[in-house]
Nanobody, 121 residues
Framework: QVQLVESGGGLVQPGGSLRLSCEAF????????MGWYRQAPGKQRELVAS???????NYADSVKGRFTISRDNAKNTVYLEMNSLKPEDTAVYYC???????????????WGQGAQVIVSS
């Protein structure tokens, strides 16, 4: 059974930083691409960042240069380092298992419980 457990969300002031973690269970982690999505109130879930099993990364334009996705295969964990946070980054962030179709990340329907990130002064 696949299980994804996120942690690290919280309240932060604009310009601040947070690091999200997601530990995966029930998969051979090193074989899979991983992604981080977010969903703000009233909006669709969007892909924020993804990483191949060989650590190549891709980012949404809205977070390029501010967010960094990384992975530790020994710990079955993927991270999302978020810097220079803006109020528009406020959302629930979800970890995901996926794969690459060509250069595009595609998700399997496995999701964590989500980590709330609130950026506000």
């Amino acid at each position: 059974q696949v299980q994804l457990v996120e942690s690290g969300g919280g309240l932060v002031q604009p310009g601040g930083s947070l690091r999200l973690s997601c530990e995966a269970f029930g998969i051979i982690f090193s074989r899979h691409a991983m992604g981080w999505y977010r969903q703000a109130p009233g909006k669709q879930r969007e892909l924020v960042a993804s990483i191949t099993n060989r650590t190549n990364t891709n980012y949404a334009d809205s977070v390029k240069g501010r967010f960094t996705i990384s992975r530790d295969n020994a710990k079955n964990t993927v991270y999302l380092e978020m810097n220079s946070l803006k109020p528009e980054d406020t959302a629930v962030y979800y970890c995901n298992v996926g794969y690459y179709s060509g250069t595009h990340y595609a998700h399997y329907d496995y999701w964590g419980q989500g980590a709330q990130v609130i950026v506000s002064s």
